[in-house]
C-alpha cells in the first residue's frame, strides 16, 4: 500500500517541506503546449494507478458524497474486486430540505451497487458533533468552513470506526488540480491560480484533516494527491479542464470512460458543509443561541 508523501512516520511533515515538493514537482514537468490536448485515457490509466496502489490489506471506505471524486474512486474500487462501505452523513430537521449530498449519494450507490451507510444528523446531534469538532481542531483551525467540513468528516468517521475500519479514501486535492472552484473560472490563468492552491493547501486542508484524522486514530487516503497524478494533471491545458459551464472537465470524461453514470460523472460541485447541509445547522444553532454570527458561536465552544 502506497503511503501519502505528506505524511512522515505517521506525522504530517512541515509546511516548507510540503511546498517544497509541490514545487519540485513543478519544476519537473512540462505543460502541454497551448493547441494540444492530453487524452482522457492516459490520465485514466494514472487515476486508476493512484486508487490501486493505495488499496489495504486492513477493512477500508469511502468518504461518500455521490460527486464525481467519491464516486470515481469508489467504482475504481469495486472494478477491483475490494470490498468497501461508503459513508454520508447530513443534516436535516423540519424546515430544512434533504441534504443533497446524501440523496446524490443514495442514488449513485444504487446505481453502482456499493454499501452505502448514512447517518441524518437532528439538531441536538448536530450541535453534539459541531462541539466535538471544535474541541478537535483547537483555537488554530477552528472557523466555519473547517468545522462544517471536519463535521462532515468526523460524523462519518464515527460511523467507519463501528466497522472496524481503518483507512477513508477521501478525494481532497481533486479540485486544485482539476480546477473544480468557482475561483479557477474567475482567475486570469487558472492554470497558475491551480499552482498557487496546491500549495495553500497545506494550512486550508491537510492540517484540519490531519488534526481529525490523528484524533480518531484513522489514516486517509487521496489518491488525488499523488504526486505523479498531480505531475500529470498539472501538465493538462486549463482549457481541458474548466468552462464557463463546468469544471473539472478532464475528470468528468475519465469518469465516463471508465463506466461512471453520467448523472454522476457531471455533477455540479458542493463543498462538504453546504451539500450535507452541516452549515446550515451551525447557522441555526447559532441563531438559537443568540450568536450574530456562526463565527462567535464556535468560538463559544473553544
Known sequence: MLKEFYVEKKALISEDAWKRMISVIRSSIEQTPKGEEVTPALLAEEVVRAVKERIPSEKFGVLFSGGVDSSLIALILKQAGCEFICYTLGFKNEDTKEPEDVEAAEKTAKLLGLTLKKKILDV??????????????????????????????????EMAKEDGVEYLFTGLGSEEIFAGYERHKL????????????????????LRDNAIAKSERIAFMT????????AEAMRIPAEQKISQEHSKLILRQVAEKLGLPKEAAWRKKRAAQYGSRLDKAIDKIARKKGFGFKKDYLKSLE
Do not use: S
Open 223 to 230: 489518491p488525488f494527491l499523488d504526486h505523479k497524478l498531480i
Open 187 to 206: 482567475a486570469a490563468d487558472a492554470h497558475e491560480e491551480c499552482w498557487k492552491g496546491l500549495l495553500a493547501m497545506y494550512g486550508r486542508d491537510l
Open 124 to 157: 441536538q446531534e448536530a450541535e453534539e458533533l459541531i462541539a466535538k469538532t471544535v474541541k478537535i481542531l483547537g483555537p488554530e483551525l477552528n472557523n466555519v468552513v473547517n468545522v462544517g467540513v471536519a463535521g462532515v468528516e468526523l460524523g462519518c468517521i
